[in-house]
């Protein structure tokens, strides 16, 4: 969890972009998660992986717009939660432009890696999804004011074994590097 203060919150032109330029960049913010007892928690991204669109089999929208993956079909800023294993809830943030389904996964940060065990963490349930990142008042993303900048390392989505060699190769995961 983050102590030091961090800035300003992401605007939506930051997710209206590709999601191969915006996953990427997502490294190094600051989660925020405000909790209704008051508590509000502060976490830097450490790994996202990109999903880009119907032809990315890997992609949840890869069958097409369904009442689980619509808000894919936003314009980016906005959750999308999802349940696995009956009980974790996966927390991504949809990119892109409207009609163009893309969503980054959040799959770890500084303190706490899996996306599962974050989705624990940060307390997610179904009312997430959907939420905007832009005036929600339980979850958003600010810039980091003490790194703004950071490196990064790339390797093959994980987790994605159902899908084709091409999909199941692409460099889609981003992993901070410690300075």
Known sequence: MMTERSTKRLAQSFYTRDVLTVAPELLGKVLV?????GIRRKYVISEVEAYRG????ACHAHKGRTPRTEIMYHSGGNVYVYLIYGMYWLLNFVAGEKDNPQ????????????????????????????????????????EN?????????????????????????????FILKEP
């Open 145 to 173: 004011r003490n790194h703004p900048i950071y490196e990064y390392a790339t390797t093959p989505r994980i987790g994605i074994e159902y899908a084709s060699d091409e999909w199941l190769l692409k460099e889609w995961r």
């Open 54 to 57: 119907e032809e990315d089999v």
């Open 33 to 37: 998660r405000q909790h209704e007892n």
């Open 103 to 142: 969503a980054v996964l959040i799959r770890g940060v500084k303190e706490v890696e899996g996306p599962g065990r974050l989705g624990r963490e940060l307390q997610l349930d179904k009312s997430f999804y959907g939420e905007s990142l832009i005036n929600s008042n339980r979850i958003w993303v600010e």
